[in-house]
């Protein structure tokens, strides 16, 4: 994982954690994998290279802070999508009914991600910050864009 962080650009590191440098990599890394940590981390392989990290943090009742990492080449491949449907999925079996999520204005791919994963989500806008609830409720709009996903995905794994 130290790898994949030590290889991201400073501008993916910036949309991560809101702040310039990888100092912030090794208190993250130290405080996921600290003994007492509750945090779940989803890492996602390709090629034998961790692509995409997903990190799920208790944070109030019924209620998980999710944060993600993608490698700066793996941009715009369906990774965050993915670990954010796991994480929903293994959310829901641990009673985790929300996801709470910062993410900067400007990142517009992540709020995409959130936007079109199908969950339910709310909004609250704050400076340059974008203050996300999702439900991780398995309603018929997330099933029907998972499916949609999914499909479009294995058509395009037939026609590569």
């Known amino acids: 994982m130290a790898a994949m962080f030590d290889a991201c650009s400073e501008e993916n590191l910036y949309t991560r954690f809101f702040t310039v440098g990888h100092g912030a990599v090794v208190g993250h890394l130290n405080h996921v994998f600290a003994a007492d940590s509750k945090a779940t981390t989803y890492v996602l392989v390709l090629a034998g290279r961790i692509v995409g990290i997903a990190d799920v943090e208790p944070c109030g009742p019924a209620t998980g802070e999710i944060a993600f990492l993608v490698a700066?080449?793996?941009?715009?491949?369906?990774?965050?999508?993915?670990?954010?449907?796991?994480?929903?999925?293994?959310?829901?079996?641990?009673?985790?009914?929300?996801?709470?999520?910062?993410?900067?204005?400007?990142?517009?791919?992540?709020?995409?991600?959130?936007?079109?994963?199908?969950?339910?989500?709310?909004?609250?806008?704050?400076?340059?910050?974008?203050?996300?609830?999702?439900?991780t409720a398995l309603s018929s709009e997330v099933a029907a864009a998972m499916e949609l996903r999914h499909a479009l995905a294995l058509a395009h794994s037939h026609s590569s």
């Open 72 to 135: 700066d080449d793996a941009h715009g491949l369906g990774i965050a999508t993915l670990l954010l449907e796991r994480a929903a999925e293994d959310a829901r079996a641990s009673g985790l009914d929300w996801f709470v999520a910062d993410v900067l204005a400007v990142n517009h791919p992540m709020l995409e991600v959130f936007a079109d994963a199908g969950f339910t989500v709310e909004r609250h806008v704050d400076h340059g910050d974008v203050e996300l609830r999702m439900s």
